[in-house]
C-alpha cells in the first residue's frame, strides 16, 4: 500500500511543480511586458518571485523526498514480483526529471526554461505511473484497482476495509465473553455503590 500512496504523493508534487513553472513564467513575463514605471515593477516583482520561489522550493523538497520514498517502496515491491529487463521506466523517469530540471538553468528565455522543466514534469509522471501500472498487473492481478479506493480518511475501502471499522456486532453483548460480562457488571454495581 505505502508504493501506491507514495506514487500518488510523486505525481502530486510533480504537478504542483508544474503548476509553479506555468505561474511563475506567466508572471514573470506579464511584468516585464506591462507598462509599470520601473521602481514600481522591481519592488513587487522581487516580492512575487521571493515567495514564488519559497513555494517552489518547497515543492523540490517534496519531490526529492517522495521520490526517494518512492524509489525505495519500488525496489521492495521489484523484489518480491520482480522487475522488466530494461528496468522501470521510474526510475528513467527521475533522472529525467533531475537532469532537465538542472538544464533548465542553461537554456535562455523565459518560456524556454519553462518548457525544460514541464517536459522534466512530463517525464517524472509517465515513468511513475507506468511502474505502479507495471507492478500493480503483477502485485494484485484479482483486484488491479484496490489501492486507488484506499482512503486516507476513513483507513479502508468498502469492498475489502484495511482498518478495523466497528460494525453492529461489535456491539452486541451476546456475543461477547461471560467473563468480560461480568467485569463489566461488577464496575457497574462498584460505581453505583460509590
Same mark, same amino acid.
Given at each position: ?5 507514495a ?11 508544474? $503548476?509553479?513553472?506555468? &505561474?511563475? #513564467? +506567466?508572471f !514573470?513575463? /506579464?511584468?516585464? =511586458?506591462?507598462? *509599470?514605471?520601473?521602481?514600481?515593477? $522591481?519592488?513587487?516583482? &522581487?516580492i #512575487? +518571485?521571493? !515567495?514564488? /520561489?519559497l513555494v =517552489?522550493?518547497? *515543492? ?7 521520490t526517494?520514498f ?9 523484489r ?8 522501470h ?7 529525467a526529471?533531475f ?24 517525464l517524472?509522471i ?5 511502474t ?8 494484485n492481478?484479482?483486484?488491479?484497482y484496490?489501492a486507488?479506493r484506499y ?20 456491539w ?5 465473553d461471560p ?6 457488571e461488577?464496575?457497574?454495581r462498584?460505581?453505583q455503590?460509590?
Open positions: 500500500m505505502e508504493f501506491y500512496v506514487t500518488r504523493r510523486v505525481v502530486a508534487f510533480a504537478i504542483a511543480y508544474a $503548476a509553479i513553472v506555468v &505561474v511563475d #513564467a +506567466v !514573470v513575463a /506579464g511584468w516585464y =511586458a506591462a507598462d *509599470v514605471p520601473g521602481v514600481l515593477q $522591481a519592488h513587487w516583482i &522581487v #512575487a +518571485v521571493v !515567495v514564488l /520561489g =517552489a522550493l518547497g *515543492v523540490v523538497l517534496g519531490i526529492l523526498i517522495t526517494a518512492w524509489v525505495y517502496s519500488s525496489v521492495k515491491q521489484s518480491e514480483h520482480g522487475a522488466p529487463p530494461y528496468g521506466l521510474g526510475y528513467y523517469g527521475i533522472g526529471f537532469l532537465l530540471f538542472v538544464f533548465a538553468y542553461a537554456v535562455p528565455g523565459i518560456w524556454g526554461n519553462a518548457a525544460v522543466r514541464l517536459a522534466g514534469c512530463a517524472l509517465a515513468g511513475v505511473l507506468h505502479r501500472g507495471w507492478l500493480r498487473a503483477r502485485s492481478p484479482g483486484r488491479p484496490a486507488d482512503s486516507m480518511v476513513t483507513g479502508g475501502d468498502p469492498v475489502g476495509p484495511l482498518a478495523a471499522q466497528p460494525t453492529a456486532d461489535d452486541n453483548a451476546a456475543q461477547w467473563s468480560v460480562q461480568e467485569e463489566i461488577r464496575r457497574r462498584r460505581e455503590t460509590r
